[in-house]
């Protein structure tokens, strides 16, 4: 499709079947060309109109360091987690409401010089993977559309083949925050895959919401075993004393 028919084909779109705010019902902010981000299709408006998105989503970066010594992680998130959060981040990911990826995005973003800053910068963003019956049962992995949106304002190349999971986990939302069942859930579900001939030698990863850390330690974990050094997760909340 041509840039200007696509532009005129949106504009038309917009004016027949507006997007919707997903929390009040008013009309959302107009779409935005999302060409060149895997996973995002022309369609997919943000889905959220400016006075919940100022409610909701207004920046305010956090950092906490996860794990032990010897095995640190920095985690940076562009607000602190908030029920009204995850409520959004869950009818992002459960109703497939693809075009809330622009806004949680931003948020994320305004926590990257908090984790640069925090545990320097890096080569490549990595997402933290979902294993391939959630992904198709789902239809995207919402730390693949945060990594996309967030690497190319960045200019910071996405590499979602640096790591695999390699068993189903349960939900870890359903599990019990700051518990040692997050941690066993997740123990041993990653796997590295070697980069070659790449340069690539220190990552961040890339997820919506960070609480136990336990994902993040388990994904950190596998890519170190790699060879790859982890510098720090991106998230768009970040769970008090997470």
């Known amino acids: ?39 995002l299709r022309w369609c997919d408006a943000p889905q959220l109109c400016r006075a919940c998105k100022r409610e909701r989503l207004t920046p305010a970066p956090a950092t906490a360091t996860l794990g032990r010594a010897g095995a640190e992680l920095t985690a940076a998130g562009g607000r602190p987690t908030s029920a009204a959060l995850v409520d959004l981040v869950s009818v992002w990911k459960y109703r497939g409401i693809r075009g809330l990826a622009w806004p949680l995005a931003e948020l994320a973003d305004a926590a990257w010089p ?9 080569d490549a963003l990595v997402p933290i993977p979902l294993h391939a019956r959630r992904r198709r049962a789902r239809g995207f992995n ?3 559309l945060l990594a ?12 979602c083949g640096l790591l695999r999971r390699r068993r189903a986990t349960a939900q870890q939302a359903k599990l019990p925050a700051r518990s040692e069942a997050r941690d066993l859930n997740v123990r041993d579900a990653f796997v590295p895959v ?3 001939g790449e340069g690539i030698r220190c990552v961040g990863l890339v997820d919506d919401i960070v609480t136990s850390g336990a994902t993040a330690l388990a994904a950190a974990t596998a ?10 997760i991106l998230s768009a909340g970040l769970a008090r004393g997470a």
């Open 142 to 144: 919402q730390a693949e």
């Open 148 to 159: 996309g949106l967030i690497g190319a304002r960045r200019r910071v190349p996405v590499r």
């Open 1 to 39: 499709m041509r840039p200007w028919l696509g532009a005129a084909t949106r504009a038309l779109l917009e004016v027949l079947l507006p997007s919707c705010c997903v929390i009040c019902g008013r009309d959302a902010v107009p779409g935005r060309s999302c060409i060149g981000v895997p996973g």
């Open 114 to 122: 908090a984790a640069v800053d925090a545990g320097g910068p890096v």
């Open 194 to 196: 070697v980069a070659t």
């Open 223 to 232: 890519l170190r075993e790699g060879g790859l050094a982890v510098s720090w």
